[in-house]
């Protein structure tokens, strides 16, 4: 159990947060309140495959076509809440995001996902789809995705 834990956080590592953070704000800037949301949806390999190819842009259309991809939502915000945090303050230290009031922005642009991993560019493929996601208003977010504040 311990080994898959410590795999799990290899896998979902910083580095790899910065750059799926990037990849959605690549489609536009977001409130700080979304930013811990981005990793729950793309580090779940279900709901990358499953928005890779629909390009779901409602919520609401997500939990009620698929409801199976947000059940453990909770659970995986708060297991990857620090991996967020650090990804994001990385991010900005690399000032690959800046903050302008409460918006977060990305600072660059082509920066070449495609080249950087088939894990990174299958994330890329579902980026559009989670900031379509994300365009609703946080608390409507945090409510229908069933997170525990």
Same mark, same amino acid.
């Not at 290899?10 to 690549?26: D, R």
């Not at 409507?140 to 069933?146: A, M, P």
């Given at each position: 159990? /311990? ?20 990849? /959605? ?27 890779? /190819? ?96």
């Amino acid at each position: 159990m /311990v080994i898959m834990n410590k795999s799990k956080s290899i896998y979902h590592n910083e580095i790899v947060g910065v750059m799926t953070i990037a990849s /959605v704000l690549q489609h536009g800037s977001l409130s700080n309140a979304k930013i811990p949301l981005i990793l729950p949806f793309l580090f779940h390999r279900e709901t990358l495959d499953y928005l890779a /190819v629909r390009k779901v842009r409602n919520i609401k259309t997500l939990t009620s076509t698929n409801g199976k991809l947000i059940a453990n939502f909770n659970a995986r915000y708060y297991s990857l809440l620090s991996v967020s945090i650090n990804s994001f303050l990385i991010g900005k230290q690399l000032k690959l995001f800046y903050e302008d009031g409460n918006e977060i922005k990305f600072n660059l642009q082509n920066l070449p996902f495609n080249n950087l991993g088939t894990r990174i560019s299958k994330i890329n493929e579902a980026s559009d789809a989670v900031y379509g996601l994300l365009s609703t208003n946080a608390y409507e977010l945090y409510f229908n995705l069933q997170i525990k504040l």
